[in-house]
């Protein structure tokens, strides 16, 4: 099984809502990630959780928030989102970062789509 | 400064003819390439890795090359499909950053029946 599951699959959020994105995998991987990914572009690294700890921001907004409540789930907590903000969110995870044997493969959930009006 | 390059932004091809994908790289410290395939409004699947102590690794219709001395990789899919018609990213990782995927532009691919 290499599903990872996100919700929603689509959201619409005013600029002074509060919002959540939820991810879970139930693979016992303990590395999970946040992507941003605007159209015709390259996913881009957001957020990287080490066994449930914060290892890598990669200088987002504190208008995004992750947290990672368990080994198996990743929330990202919106805030006063801005309209360019809006992006496919993909969350993703991997086996155990820095443990051998490396394993490099990160495996994607299908995304929130998310416009922020 | 773009280490992981995909000249091509689209390829075209016919069901049952080679599909072949290119991708170049400039950082000398990546040792392990993957490449994911998209389909519009889902996240990438992963496809097809390989590690630097490696020339080729195949899986299926897919083969993947990598000729270190030139950095640069290739995705050969054999026969190609119309299902195949996607976006392809290859990505990038060192070991010493294994977290961090440096993902190139990504080629559109199209298999025409």
Redesign the interface.
């Known amino acids: 099984d290499t599903e990872v599951t996100q919700t929603p699959k689509h959201l619409v959020m005013g600029m002074t809502n509060k919002k959540s994105l939820k991810c879970e995998q139930h693979m016992g991987h303990r590395a999970m990630y946040w992507y941003k990914q605007k159209a015709k572009k390259p996913p881009e690294l957001m957020f990287v959780y080490s066994y449930e700890k914060l290892s890598i921001n990669e200088s987002v907004p504190s208008r995004f928030s992750p947290e990672c409540p368990n080994s198996s789930l990743l929330n990202l907590h919106l805030h006063a989102l801005q309209p360019e903000d809006s992006a496919l969110y993909l969350c993703a995870s991997s086996q155990a970062l820095g443990r051998e044997p490396y394993s490099y493969e990160q495996y994607f959930g299908p995304g929130t789509r998310l416009t922020v009006t | 400064d773009q280490q992981v390059k995909q000249n091509s932004p689209s390829l075209s091809v016919q069901e049952g003819r080679i599909s072949i994908l290119n991708c170049d790289y400039t950082n000398s410290m990546f040792d392990?390439f993957?490449w994911?395939k998209k389909y519009p409004?889902?996240?990438?699947?992963?496809l097809i890795?390989i590690s630097s102590i490696k020339d080729k690794n195949e899986d299926g219709r897919f083969t993947v090359f990598l000729n270190k001395s030139a950095k640069h990789l290739s995705l050969h899919i054999v026969p190609s499909q119309p299902g195949d018609s996607a976006v392809y990213?290859c990505a990038a990782?060192e070991?010493t950053s294994?977290?961090?995927?440096t993902?190139?532009?990504?080629t559109q691919l199209t298999v025409n029946p």
């Open positions: 392990y993957l994911y409004a889902e996240g990438p699947t992963f890795s990213f990782s070991e294994g977290s961090r995927l993902f190139g532009e990504g």
